[in-house]
């Protein structure tokens, strides 16, 4: 089926297909024959890092924390939800990143902080919408806005923020210093808490800063390099440029 005319490149569908269905005639036939891999197979955007595609884990109803099984690709349940707080955002990962040497470097520079490593896992998420969208594993083309710069047991583990591209309410925020600060509160606490458990008073989980957009590009560029030096054997499925 082809696509139509009226689609724009950058449109969501496009991003995906583009990169799936290229010149390879067997990597044609795997696209069309099954599901891609959320990390692996989806494409992390042809407008990378300015617009990038964002995979949904977690949406603010959801009382257990899911996260994508490396290996199988498939949402599986990771834990219920400590206490009574949920993410107040929708939370996933940015496909065909990884938080690796340049993403611990750009970490321990911003934070002066020596002996970094990155958490090994994709880069993480934060998507601002005021739609009530009901259940996660989904995509959905997201603007970054800036940063959490946050440290988990040693490991760098940044939390980009961004915003749902045409958005009613916060499609039109270009940097993290236009959300509002109460938003931003509840955001951080959630990271700061999620993991403790009842009668703890030390976190291993700590938030050293809050950075703009400009920083949170070039966090997703380093994340994509450390993707490209971790999985070479997937380059075909890489966007041209970022």
């Not at 099954?34 to 692996?40: G, N, R, S, T, V």
């Not at 994508?68 to 990771?78: A, I, M, Q, W």
């Not at 989980?205 to 450390?226: C, F, N, P, Q």
């Not at 993707?227 to 070479?232: E, G």
Request: charged share 25%; hydrophobic share 35%.
């Amino acid at each position: 089926m082809k696509h139509s005319k009226g689609r724009k490149r950058g449109d969501d569908g496009d991003q995906t297909d583009d990169v799936r269905n290229g010149s390879d005639p067997f990597q044609r036939l795997l696209g069309l024959m099954f599901k891609a891999h959320p990390w692996h197979g989806v494409s992390i955007g042809q407008e990378a890092p300015d617009v990038v595609m964002a995979y949904i884990e977690i949406v603010p109803t959801d009382t257990v924390k899911y996260e994508v099984d490396k290996r199988s690709g498939f949402l599986k349940v990771d834990r219920p939800q400590r206490f009574s707080n949920c993410c107040p955002v929708y939370y996933g990962l940015i496909p065909q990143t990884y938080s690796g040497e340049q993403v611990a470097g750009m970490f321990a520079k911003r934070a002066r902080r020596k002996g970094m490593v990155g958490d090994g896992d994709p880069l993480d998420i934060c998507v601002l919408s005021e739609k009530n969208i009901p259940h996660s594993d989904i995509l959905l083309t997201a603007l970054p806005i800036g940063g959490l710069s946050m440290a988990d047991g040693g490991e760098a583990d940044d939390k980009i923020i961004a915003v749902m591209r045409d958005d009613a309410v916060y499609g039109g925020f270009t940097d993290i210093a236009q959300c509002p600060s109460a938003l931003m509160d509840r955001l951080q606490h959630y990271f700061l808490t999620y993991k403790s458990a009842p009668g703890t008073t030390q976190h291993k989980v700590e938030i050293t800063s809050v950075y703009g957009r400009e920083e949170a590009l070039k966090v997703i560029r380093a994340s994509h390099a450390d993707y490209r030096a971790q999985y070479p054997e997937l380059s075909s499925l890489w966007p041209k440029q970022l």
